[in-house]
């Protein structure tokens, strides 16, 4: 739907007007692959740059907050999602709660959180290929994967989630695989040990970190649009998701954790395989076997948040808040090509100027920001508009969604605490794009209106 500068009737952007629409083709399998798809990357790098911060145990506590936070959240997320199934996810829901100018804010919020985590995982993918042949360049397998993945995200929508479908089974695989190889080297001792320093500070500092553990589940709004059913599949679709990340990362980070000495594990971009070769030996063949199909869970990241951040562009172009060509459906493939392509080129610029962590924490700010809108969205929607259908209820409200909005402004102002110049830099960028949509105003894109 798209709102003119007049406040006139919405315009829908659809094949009656001249434009190609999404396909609804996505089920519940795929759904689930796609939500587990974008996170599980989480699993297997990120999550240790907690540990040098906070240590193993802070960085547990901060996990234990960060996954009532999600279990919280998603919950209450899928109410909004279900009753607005639309591209814009977070920015739809807080226009039709707030207006304009609170859609941008978490527009650009959903943006910040979504663009920034794909650079990470190419950094990680190169990382891990040259773990497995130190004469890949880093950087250039990372430029590599986003040319693959914006071109088979261009080919369509349902032959991204069908190979989506068998990556993230692969990923989730390898790290039931993974878990059972290490459980026999865990001792609890391990885990305990080098935890002198541990306290609040640390807790608070390690927050990014374990948000990075589920950051981007949420992206399964961006494809609503795309889903067959919406108000059945969503809600399997992010239950079946949340229940599958929540075991996967607390199991993988308490059994590596168990394995060794964790400090050495604290700072690198591939901790799994260096903790097999921790627990099997430096010449096993299982430690090049696990981090050659570990990227099998990074490809898997990448690809389902390529689909995200294009979904996230489209709708906000769609809606006159981007530039009118980013709506612009392919109408062979019936996919936001120029959203795809517009989104690779910020994140060539994110991959050639920051560090993984810096990064990572720019999309986890991006992301608690988003959390806090679309929370405040759902209450502001149960007063607005009461008789709105909806599909799926979050339960016992509204103490499930006070406290998802609780914890993430907790975790937002740990996050600015911690990193003052990163949050500055998100606050300008934010202020600067704030600015000039006041100053324009929203457009209605030509290629919505063109027959």
Known sequence: ?????????????????????????????????????????????????????????????????????????IFSYTELTTSIPDAGG???????????????VAGFATLVDFLMAPPAIAAALGAYAH????????????????????????LGIKESANFSMLVTVLAVVELLVYMALVTPAYETKNVVAHNESFGLSGVFAALPFAIWFYLAIEGVAMVAEEVKNPKKTIP????????????????????????GDWRLLSEIDYPLPETLAMVLGRNSPWSKIFASLGLFGLIA????????????????????????????????????????IGGGIVGFVALFSGTTGDIIILSA??????????????FQLRKKEPNLERPFLAPFYPYVPAIALILSVV?????????????????????????????????????????
């Open 1 to 73: 739907m798209i709102e003119s500068s007049t406040g006139s009737a919405p315009i829908q952007a659809d094949e009656s007007a001249g434009q190609p629409a999404l396909r609804k083709v996505i089920t519940t399998d795929q759904l689930w692959s796609i939500a587990v798809g974008m996170v599980i990357s989480g699993e297997y790098f990120g999550w240790n740059y907690g540990w040098a911060v906070a240590g193993t145990l802070g960085f547990l506590v901060a996990t234990v907050l960060v996954t009532i936070l999600y279990l919280a959240f």
């Open 90 to 104: 977070p920015f739809s829901y807080a226009r039709r709660a707030f207006g304009p100018t609170a859609a941008f």
């Open 131 to 154: 773990f497995l042949n130190p004469a890949l360049p880093v950087l250039g397998v990372a430029v590599v994967t986003y040319i693959v993945f914006i071109t088979i995200n261009i």
């Open 236 to 259: 399997r679709g992010y239950l079946l998701s949340i229940g599958t990340l929540v075991i996967l990362a607390l199991g993988t980070m308490i059994l590596t954790a168990g394995a």
């Open 301 to 340: 990241s990448f690809h389902c948040n390529t689909i995200g951040y294009s979904r996230q562009i489209y709708a906000l172009a769609r809606s006159g808040y981007l530039p009118g060509f980013l709506a612009q459906v392919n109408r062979r493939f019936q996919t936001p090509h120029w959203a795809l």
């Open 365 to 378: 700010l991006g992301a608690v920001l988003m959390y806090i809108s679309s929370m405040v969205s759902l």
């Open 411 to 451: 975790c937002l102002l740990a996050i600015i605490y911690y990193n003052i110049w990163l949050s500055v830099i998100f606050a300008v960028l934010l202020a600067v794009s704030l600015l000039a949509f006041r100053l324009i105003g929203v457009r209605v894109p030509a290629s919505s209106t063109t027959p």
